[in-house]
Structure formats: structure tokens, C-alpha cells
């Protein structure tokens, strides 16, 4: 995705407060610039159940071996290789049964010469025996046990260590946990890990004509849809949101909630960064002692959007268009906070696809286009969801993939190949699995 092969041109000195347009810096750029100040959070522990989906802080060796002992991989009789070597259906070899073992128990009895012990999956190989021969080999007629087949020397033993061994190293610092990861910590006997700690990360909505879904319409009022999509974004890649709710459009209260806001690990602000009368957020960040990298890049939507950094955590001043912010969390906030976890893995995949209309844009700028995905035969084609107004936030929830069109870029042709962000998964891989 945004940190792609186009060479861009150096960070340009940010003369703050400037409305210059020669300081819009480039998608690659703002991308590169963000995640150069970021640094994984340090970790902390916590029992194994929750640390799925989170990232490993720590190097894991096993301090057992997996299995911890020699077993049965099936349910049958536990011989020696020598005494069974040439058993056949005619004619078949005799052995004497001597014991019988479920899982979790340890026979009694030893395996010799001419003698055999029934074991299950699980149970702990005999001493003695090397070989379990499956029940579908034999016949057993009370103490006499008739062996008809063999599968070789060593069949059906699992050995001691076999999975990993006591020592080795089991899991690597930075690993992304998933299910089978918190099996094999159990199964080593690791009941608690070090873990990448999850940002808190403040989310700060600005407007005078803001409300909160619980409050009655007023006229000129609109909900603060924003702060709710921007807490669910944070929410979705496993970091904490904190809302500070509503901030008016006064530069006191700006200042005071992004102080506050600063003791969290991240600040996001929504709305004020563009050029209107009352977009303050850019002065007050300046205010409460913020150091700005940039305000502007060229992309749509989304224009406005700042980063700095504010007592020392990074701050996106993201911008106040419904889509625009979502857009520019996709791009830059959710790769950072991902940084912040630990992740190495910091961007949303990438397919191409077919397009299926023309698409016209202006050069110079960077536009994702939200689009419908459909699979053909292993093929994908991609159409845009309609209106792409900044504040058509449905089209945005109806898409399944943003179409990415470089800066060079006048005209998409119908027909061509184009790079498409995809957002969430893909319905069509069912119809491909047959379900
Ligand atoms: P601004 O950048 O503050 O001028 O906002 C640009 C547009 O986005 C305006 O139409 C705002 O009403 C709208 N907007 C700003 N903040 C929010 C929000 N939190 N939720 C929904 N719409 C918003
Ligand atoms: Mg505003």
C-alpha cells in the first residue's frame, strides 16, 4: 500500500501556521514521516487467554519437551520390532498380552521378549517396546494376541520432544498470537506472556455544531458520527480508544482537552485542520506546545491532516468530513497505533483488480476510491460505490476496498488494472470453498 516504489521528493520545512500549498506533502511521504517517529509500546504480562491477536514481547522457550514422554499415536499393542518383524497374515506371530493402558496411566509392566501390552493414543510407550502395532492388525483371543501386519520399525510412536524440545525456542519476540500460539504456551507450561501493550488512544471530536447520538436534533446540529467511527477503528485493531467527547470550537477548550488528552499514548483530533473561520485545532495544537511535521497531503478524500507531536505522543489532527477522517485513520493512524502494538505487518492488504468503469481525477493528488469488489473465475473487478463526497460516509460503509489512483494519474481506463485496498474480508471466498 502507501509506501510504494514512487520516489518522492524530501520532507519540506514546515513553517507552522503557513497556508503555502508548496508545503502539501505526498501520501508515501506522510506515511514514511508518521511511522519513522513511532516506537513499539513496552510490554506487559498477562495470562494467555488474552493475548490472543496481540504481539509477543518476548522470546518463548520451552522449558518442557512436547510431548514430555515417548507415546502411543494409536490405539493398539505396544512390542518389540524384533519379536514382530515378519509377522504376516499366514502366518501371523504370538505374542503374550500382558497388560492393558489407557491414556493418563503408566503400565506396570515391561515389554520383553514375546510379549505384548495394549496401549491407546496417548498412552506412554513401555519400557521395553519400541513399536505399536494397530488394533486393525491384530486378533486377540484372552491372553493371546495374534499379530497379522506391520507398519515397520518405530510405527505409531511419538516421541518425547517430537513437537519441540525442552530449550528450543517456541515462539519469537514479535510473533502475532494466534490460537494455536496460546495451545503451544500452554503446552510448554507457559501460563502468562509478555505481550506489546495496547495505546490508549484519546479521541478528541471538535465542532460547535456537534451532538451525541443520545441527544435530541436541534436545527444546524449534526451527530458526532466521527467520534464513533474513529473509537470502532481503534477498537477493530485491538488499541483502546478514550473519548473526550465533544470539543467546541473555542481555542481555550481546545488547548485544555488536548493537555489533557496527552496523557494518553496517542491523541486523535477530528474536524477544525482545514482553513475555515473557526479551524482552530492546528493554533491550538501550537498552544498546547505541539511540534507539527506537516497539515496537508495531497490525497483524496482528505486532504488537511496533521501530525506532530504533543508532549512527546504522536497527535493526528485528522480532518472533519466523515469519510476524509475514517480514510486517513485507514492510512496513517491505524499503521502507527499497529507500530505501537508491535505489529510488523502495518498495512491493509493490497489486490489488483479489473476495473469496470472509467474513472477521471486531477493530477497531482492521490485518490482512493471506495469500490465494490466481485470475484469471476479467480478474477477481481471493482466498481465504485457511487457518490464519493467526503461526507458520504454510507458509501464508504458499503465498500469492501478503496481503489488507490497515483498522483500522475488524469484517467483510470475501463478495462485496466488497478491497486484496490481491501478493507474487511472477502464474501466471495466462500463461494470459492464451495460453502
Ligand atoms: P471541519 O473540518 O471541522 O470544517 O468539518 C468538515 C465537515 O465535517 C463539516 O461538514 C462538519 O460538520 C463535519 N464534521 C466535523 N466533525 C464531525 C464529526 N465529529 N462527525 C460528523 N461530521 C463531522
Ligand atoms: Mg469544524
Redesign the pocket.
Known amino acids: 500500500m502507501p509506501v510504494g516504489a514512487v520516489r518522492e521528493p524530501p520532507l519540506l520545512e514546515c513553517s507552522f501556521g503557513s497556508s503555502d500549498d508548496r508545503f502539501v506533502i505526498s501520501v508515501n511521504e506522510a506515511v514514511r514521516t508518521i511511522l519513522e517517529q513511532i516506537s513499539p509500546l513496552p510490554g506487559e504480562e498477562v495470562p494467555i487467554l488474552q493475548a490472543g491477536g496481540r504481539v509477543l514481547c518476548e522470546d518463548v522457550r520451552a522449558r518442557r519437551s512436547v510431548p514430555p514422554f515417548a507415546n502411543s499415536a494409536m490405539d493398539g499393542f505396544a512390542v518389540r520390532w524384533q519379536d514382530v518383524a515378519h509377522a504376516a497374515e499366514f502366518p501371523p506371530v504370538t505374542l503374550k498380552l500382558v497388560e492393558a493402558v489407557a491414556a493418563g496411566y503408566v503400565a506396570k509392566r515391561r515389554v520383553s521378549e514375546g510379549v505384548a501390552i495394549k496401549v491407546m493414543t496417548g498412552t506412554p510407550i513401555p519400557v521395553g517396546a519400541d513399536t505399536v502395532v494397530r488394533v486393525e492388525h491384530t486378533e486377540s483371543h484372552g491372553e493371546q494376541l495374534l499379530i497379522k501386519a506391520v507398519d515397520g520399525p518405530g510405527s505409531h510412536v511419538r516421541q518425547a520432544g517430537e513437537d519441540i524440545q525442552k530449550g528450543e525456542l517456541a515462539l519469537e519476540k514479535g510473533k502475532l498470537l494466534a490460537p494455536a500460539d496460546i495451545g503451544l504456551l500452554a503446552s510448554i507450561g507457559k501460563s502468562r506472556v509478555r505481550i506489546f501493550r495496547r495505546p490508549r488512544v484519546a479521541v478528541i471530536?471538535?465542532?460547535d455544531?456537534?451532538l451525541d447520538v443520545r441527544d435530541s436534533p436541534r436545527p444546524g446540529k449534526?451527530?458526532?458520527?466521527?467520534?464513533y467511527t474513529l473509537a470502532a477503528a481503534i477498537q477493530e485493531i485491538g488499541a483502546a480508544p478514550v473519548s473526550f467527547g465533544?470539543v467546541r470550537?473555542k481555542r481555550k477548550s481546545l488547548v485544555a482537552a488536548l493537555k489533557r488528552a496527552a496523557r494518553c499514548d496517542a491523541v486523535m483530533t477530528?474536524?477544525?485542520?482545514?482553513v475555515?473561520d473557526?479551524?482552530l485545532v492546528k493554533e491550538a495544537l501550537g498552544e498546547a506546545g505541539a511540534r507539527i511535521e506537516f497539515w496537508k497531503v495531497a490525497q483524496k478524500p482528505g486532504h488537511?491532516l496533521a501530525f506532530g507531536r504533543l508532549r512527546n505522543k504522536p497527535v493526528f489532527g485528522l480532518?472533519?468530513?466523515?469519510v476524509?477522517?475514517a480514510v486517513s485513520f485507514l492510512l496513517y493512524v491505524r499503521p502507527a497505533l499497529l507500530k505501537m502494538m508491535g505489529h510488523r505487518n502495518l498495512f491493509l492488504p493490497v489486490i489488483q483488480a479489473t476495473l469496470e468503469h472509467e474513472i477521471k481525477k486531477s493530477r497531482g493528488v492521490k485518490e482512493f476510491i471506495r469500490c465494490r469488489i466481485r470475484t469471476d473465475n479467480g478474477r477481481s473487478f471493482v466498481s465504485s460505490t457511487g457518490a464519493q463526497g467526503?461526507?458520504v460516509l454510507r458509501s464508504l460503509a458499503m465498500a469492501q476496498g478503496l481503489i488507490v489512483a497515483s498522483e500522475e494519474q488524469t484517467q483510470l481506463e475501463k478495462g485496466s488494472e488497478v491497486p484496490v485496498i481491501l478493507l474487511g474480508r472477502l464474501e466471495a471466498l466462500n463461494e470459492e470453498l464451495g460453502f
Open positions: 471530536s471538535t465542532g455544531e456537534l449534526i451527530v458526532n458520527s466521527n467520534g465533544i470550537d477530528s474536524g477544525g485542520i482545514s475555515g473557526y479551524d488537511p480532518p472533519g468530513n466523515p476524509s477522517s467526503a461526507g
